[in-house]
């Protein structure tokens, strides 16, 4: 049995680490890319390691995908941390009791606490539209959908945020607490050795080949038993229906002679400059050096050729994906996987477990 595996992000090598050393199958893996991982990609630099691609914090619920992850590096116990620039201050992100005493006056910041824990349970999380139905509440729903959210909106998406679908806007939620973990999920980490190491660790055995620098059209014409294409659905048919919209990044990673350049790994600025955060890369793994490095994050516009960050999710977006979804399952034994492949945003640990359950159900099929 032969498999084609095109992408070597975390679902392409996921699902090849599963054919070979569960059925023993061969598989080749193939990306246009020159190192594996996807955007999940690090480096050692300085001593220390730099996600290439951004920032990127492993969390999940699923035990099944930690106990698989683990299998193949040890994690470091990392909970993420994010504030954000706001009229002079640093804020916890998403916004919640503290941020609160960090913004307002400390009367005001009293009765706006008095007034949430009078309606809402204690470390319960609402969105800011619901907050905007309780008078009470409203102008603290404006300062934030203002100060946190509508500006960042218009740099990173470059539209109005009601051009895009709810579930953006649900990524902001206000946190009645104080924790100030970015995520709340039971295994958090940052892999000990790195991202790229423990995807080496996955794809090592010989029944896996890799190929980089290698794009899927110089090979379209070869014959293979499956294919797993985690490139875009839409270049896949060359576009016959049309582009399906994406937002790129542009990373400015610099070096500092200094121990430190912000107080947490990563700051976002929604409402000051052209980039949308800041990420220190050495707070990840607490890299002891005497220098820093930092990673400016500007948004930009996809265009053929650049990488492809986010999809941009509204219904005309989303039907236009349906179209090219009617068409592949017209064929036999290909399969569209990841971000690219399925239009959708997906954490890690939500890639890591759609390609098991894909895998399962390729097992059923034997």
Same mark, same amino acid.
């Given at each position: 049995m032969r498999n084609l595996v095109v992408g070597a992000g975390i679902s392409g090598l996921v699902l090849a680490e599963r054919l070979a050393n569960q059925?023993? &199958? +061969? %598989?080749?893996?193939?990306?246009?890319?020159?190192?594996?991982? *996807?955007?999940?990609? $690090?480096?050692e630099s300085e001593g220390i390691l730099v996600h290439k691609y951004g920032a990127h914090i492993f969390h999940t619920n699923s035990y099944r995908v930690w106990e698989y992850l683990n299998s193949f590096s040890r994690f470091y116990p990392y909970m993420h941390e994010v504030k954000a620039f706001i009229n002079g201050h640093f804020a916890p992100i998403p916004f919640n009791l503290n941020s609160l005493a960090i913004l307002f006056p400390k009367s005001l910041?009293?009765?706006?606490?008095?007034?949430?824990l009078k309606l809402y349970p204690y470390e319960s999380k609402v969105s800011i539209l619901e907050l =905007?139905?309780?008078?009470?509440l409203k102008f603290l729903s404006d300062f934030i959908y203002q100060n946190v959210f509508y500006h960042y909106t218009l740099k990173q998406w470059?539209?109005? /945020? +009601?051009?895009?679908?709810? =579930?953006?806007? =649900?990524? %902001?939620?206000?946190?009645? *607490?104080? $924790?100030?973990?970015?995520?709340? $999920?039971?295994?958090? *980490?940052? /892999?000990?050795? *790195?991202?790229?190491?423990?995807?080496?660790?996955?794809?090592?055995?010989?029944?896996?080949?890799?190929?980089?620098?290698?794009?899927? #059209?110089n090979m379209s014409d070869i014959g !293979?038993?499956?294919? @797993?294409? =985690?490139?875009?659905?839409?270049?896949?048919?060359?576009?016959? !229906?049309g582009e399906l919209p994406y937002r790129s990044l542009e990373f400015d990673i610099r070096k500092f002679a200094k121990e430190y350049f912000q107080t947490n790994s990563v700051v976002n600025y929604p409402n000051n400059y052209d980039f949308t955060r800041?990420?220190?890369?050495?707070?990840?793994?607490?890299?002891?050096?005497?220098?820093?490095?930092?990673?400016? &994050? !500007? /948004?930009?516009?996809?265009?053929?050729?650049? &990488?492809? @960050?986010?999809?941009? /999710?509204?219904?005309?977006?989303? #039907?236009?994906?349906?179209?090219?979804?009617?068409?592949?399952?017209?064929?036999?034994? %290909?399969?569209f996987v990841g971000r690219l492949g399925e239009y959708q945003y997906y954490d890690i640990d939500q890639a890591v477990l759609k390609a098991l359950d894909l895998f399962e159900v390729i097992l059923k099929r034997k």
């Open positions: 059925l023993n &199958e +061969e %598989v080749l893996i193939i990306d246009r890319r020159d190192h594996i991982g *996807g955007n999940l990609y $690090d480096y910041y009293k009765k706006l606490e008095r007034q949430l =905007s139905k309780v008078r009470e470059q539209c109005q /945020p +009601e051009e895009l679908d709810a =579930s953006v806007m =649900s990524r %902001v939620p206000v946190c009645i *607490g104080k $924790d100030n973990r970015y995520f709340k $999920d039971i295994f958090q *980490g940052i /892999p000990i050795d *790195g991202y790229t190491k423990m995807c080496e660790k996955m794809i090592d055995n010989p029944l896996i080949k890799l190929l980089l620098n290698q794009d899927f #059209k !293979y038993d499956r294919v @797993f294409y =985690s490139g875009g659905i839409d270049e896949y048919f060359d576009y016959c !229906y800041i990420i220190e890369y050495k707070y990840f793994l607490d890299q002891k050096n005497p220098q820093t490095i930092v990673g400016f &994050e !500007y /948004p930009r516009n996809y265009q053929r050729g650049m &990488e492809r @960050f986010y999809p941009v /999710p509204n219904d005309k977006n989303r #039907k236009l994906y349906e179209r090219y979804l009617k068409k592949a399952k017209q064929l036999k034994d %290909v399969y």
